[in-house]
């Protein structure tokens, strides 16, 4: 009896010792988990701030920062200014973990081509070629320079800028004409008239036309009424 009231009681001793032992590392593992959360922070937004307003944001929340080396070229992000970081805004982070950043190099800056007295689509094959943006393209119309021809350009040449403005001269408005109604006329006639004039004149092949005299116009290309400029051609048909 005494043997077995000491079994039992040394069973005990050793259930009530596994239950608080267990319930200590439950307790320790929840207190290690609050502990490590309390620790976490929220990274902040850094894209765009300096590295001393970067740093300064950082410490107050007992995070580091790490600068990569190499900058990039961006055209939205200011020189010397963050343009990148990881872990990205509002990732949370334990504290005293570095956050890398990229800072922006700027706009990428080229050396801009010399454009004036080269036509539209030169112009543009030379500034795609030197990664020249277009910036705004300004027409006009005049006899003094030639068509189709840059101009002026801003900023001049071998400047340092990512964009131009052109000033193109679209060549003199060429004056256009109204296309008589000739049917009807004698087709030599009206061809003299109207390649003295400078219009480019051709009379096309002619067949019979019953009661209508030889030689009269009896088709035209273009028809009456329409507008024609000296360089456009003129169709005549004439009877047999």
Do not use: H
């Not at 300096?50 to 920062?65: F, K, R």
């Not at 600068?67 to 970081?85: F, G, H, S, T, Y």
């Amino acid at each position: 009896m005494p043997f077995t009231f000491r079994v039992w009681s040394v069973g005990r001793i050793l259930v009530l010792m596994c239950a608080l032992g267990g319930t200590f590392l439950l307790f320790f593992g929840v207190a290690l988990r609050v502990a490590l959360r309390a620790r976490e922070v929220q990274v902040p937004v850094l894209v765009g701030k300096t590295v001393n307003d970067a740093s300064q944001s950082l410490g107050a929340l007992g995070l580091t920062l790490k600068i990569e080396p190499v900058r990039r070229a961006d055209p939205k992000v200011p020189l010397n200014r963050i343009m990148q970081q990881d872990p990205a805004a509002g990732v949370a982070a334990r504290a005293q973990r570095s956050i890398r950043v990229w800072i922006s190099a700027g706009p990428r800056t080229t050396t801009v081509p010399a454009l004036v007295g080269q036509t539209e689509r030169t112009a543009r094959m030379r500034m795609e070629q030197d990664g020249v943006a277009l910036d705004s393209l300004t027409e006009f119309r005049s006899p003094d320079y030639p068509a189709d021809a840059v101009v002026s350009q801003d900023p001049p040449p071998a400047a340092k800028a990512p964009r131009v403005a052109l000033l193109l001269n679209r060549g003199e408005e060429s004056t256009t004409y109204v296309m008589p109604d000739v049917i009807g006329t004698d087709g030599t006639l009206v061809a003299e008239a109207l390649r003295a004039r400078g219009f480019r004149v051709t009379i096309v092949g002619s067949q019979p036309y019953p009661g209508v005299p030889p030689g009269t116009i009896v088709r035209q290309q273009p028809q009456g009424g329409f507008q024609v400029a000296a360089s456009d051609p003129i169709s005549l048909e004439v009877s047999r």
